[in-house]
Nanobody
Framework: QVQLVESGGGLVQPGGSLRLSCAAS????????MGWFRQAPGKRRELVAG???????NYRDSVKGRFTISRGYARNTLYLQMNSLKPDDTAVYYC?????????WGQGTQVPVSS
């Protein structure tokens, strides 16, 4: 069993930056993929950025060039560096670990982007 705890969210002005962290307790295996999702009020949850088991990364188009996903060496920490934040980035951000039948979620961290 894996438990995920996100941190680093909070109110930020447009154009600002935040770094989200996700700490995992339990075993993260090489077959697990890791990623960040977000859900804005009244909208469906969407993938923001992911790291596949082979280390390749992918981003949704709206965050390319602004967000960077990375993970710790031991795979037990996941990060999302968010730069040039926009009001449209306002959402609850969730950490997700999945693969080989596993699917784990954190409780989410809120990121309001507003002046």
């Amino acid at each position: 069993q894996v438990q995920l705890v996100e941190s680093g969210g909070g109110l930020v002005q447009p154009g600002g930056s935040l770094r989200l962290s996700c700490a995992a307790s339990g075993r993260i295996f090489s077959f697990h993929n890791m990623g960040w999702f977000r859900q804005a009020p009244g909208k469906r949850r969407e993938l923001v950025a992911g790291i596949s088991r082979d280390g390749s990364t992918n981003y949704r188009d709206s965050v390319k060039g602004r967000f960077t996903i990375s993970r710790g060496y031991a795979r037990n920490t996941l990060y999302l560096q968010m730069n040039s934040l926009k009001p449209d980035d306002t959402a609850v951000y969730y950490c997700n670990v999945w693969g080989n039948g596993d699917d784990y979620w954190g409780q989410g961290t809120q990121v309001p982007v507003s002046s």
